[in-house]
């Protein structure tokens, strides 16, 4: 007995069904026919959708920490469920998936967000769509990111010895375009910020160390002297002053 038939019969038993009989038997086993046709002629898969990583290919610790934004685009319908299956850099797997909204299926596009990771490196990333039947979609081209969540240590400072007028070490200074220096990490940026608003930025070199002097005078007194470091993916050191 095939599947239509087996369904066909307990239909037929259905109690509701009996009492409809007597009024239109025809008319509701059609019915009953054409929906479950309908369900059973649905295996058609789901057209592969386009992937975006909507903060780039190298997420922070800001990015981070408020979930990874990916972009699943194409052609959805009601009832789609949209998949993002993500392999982390030590080869574990997850997947994100809900089904699309009517606002996004009526845009062809949905944002799945990925929970906060603590593992550091490369991650790959492939989108797929499963439709109303199950039919499970093909998936998009792998993609792939890289996770630096991890700030840089914050960096070392000193009055150079070069502007150092009074005894060395004891940081007071006639010089009032004073040379400072300190240590950081080869290629992270380097802010270093006067009282008075003076800004000064730099780069850590190959050696890990770092250099600025003022092109204008200090005003005199106390002068604090702040420094931060940011790495390449946007990570910013803690203050040092």
Known sequence: MTILKRVQSALQNLPW???AKKKAPEEHL???????????????????????LREGPRI????????????????????DTVAVVVT??????F????????????AGI??????????????????RITDAAGNVGTGTAAQTFQLDSIGPAAPTVRLDPSSDSGTLGDNITSDNTPTITGTGTAGD???????????????????????????????GGAVVVSVTATDSFGNVSPLTD
Not at 88 to 93: A, I, K, L, Q
Not at 199 to 218: D, K, M, R, Y
């Open 88 to 93: 982390r850099p030590d080869s574990t797997t």
């Open 30 to 52: 059609l019915n009953a026919n054409l929906q479950i046709q309908t369900l059973l002629s649905d295996t058609s898969i789901p057209a592969a959708p386009s992937l975006a």
């Open 60 to 79: 922070n610790g800001v990015a981070n920490s408020d979930g990874i934004e990916i972009a699943v685009s194409g052609t959805l319908a009601a009832g």
């Open 110 to 127: 949905a944002v799945i967000v990925l929970p906060t990771q603590t593992v550091q490196g490369s991650y790959g990333v492939v989108a």
């Open 189 to 219: 940026g380097v802010r270093v910020a006067f009282t008075g608003g003076l800004v000064l930025n730099t780069t850590v070199a190959a050696n890990g160390t770092w250099i600025v002097t003022p092109t204008s005078g200090l005003t």
């Open 95 to 106: 997947t994100v998936q809900r089904v699309a909204t009517a606002a996004e299926v009526s």
């Open 17 to 19: 069904l009996k009492k």
